[in-house]
């Protein structure tokens, strides 16, 4: 029963194995493409990436938004550009954690990293505009 179940099972496997080997080479290929789009990019576009420090306090247990101690704005295109993917500056959304790293940037004013209270940081993207400080 053995050799008769082989001689009938074998080719069957042997399709279905061909099969998933196509797919997988598919499902790489699409992510190699996908990878590519990914690559961080060179500051090319007019967008320009701004972070907006937002510093808080505790009040009854609550963050509450405070008046900043200097600059709360600054342009970190050149940073988020060089590290980041499109896809990776679309998710930098405030609240997520996502955005603390930036507060210690090169470039940003040095009171956003000595804050020691609760803070968030915002990226607004623009196109080519004067952003006002």
């Known amino acids: 029963m053995g050799n008769e179940f082989f001689q009938y099972r074998f080719p069957q496997l042997i399709k279905a194995m061909e099969g998933i080997q196509k797919e997988l080479a598919r499902a790489n290929d699409l992510k190699e493409k996908e990878l ?3 690559e961080p990019e060179t500051v090319t576009s007019n967008t320009r990436y701004i972070a907006v420090f937002h510093p808080q306090k505790m009040v009854n247990g609550a963050a509450v938004n405070v008046n900043p101690l200097g ?3 600054a342009d970190v295109t050149e940073h988020l550009m060089g590290m980041f ?3 990776e500056r679309d998710a930098l ?7 603390d790293h930036i507060r210690f940037l090169p470039g940003v004013p040095g009171w956003w990293g000595e804050w020691t209270g609760p803070c968030y940081v915002e990226v ?5 505009e004067v952003v006002e400080k």
Do not use: F, L, W
């Not at 959304?93 to 955005?99: D, G, M």
């Not at 607004?124 to 080519?128: M, T, W």
């Open 36 to 38: 590519a789009s990914d």
């Open 71 to 73: 600059d709360a704005t």
């Open 85 to 87: 993917s499109q896809k």
């Open 93 to 99: 959304r405030p609240y997520t954690y996502k955005t």
């Open 124 to 128: 607004i993207e623009k196109d080519n």
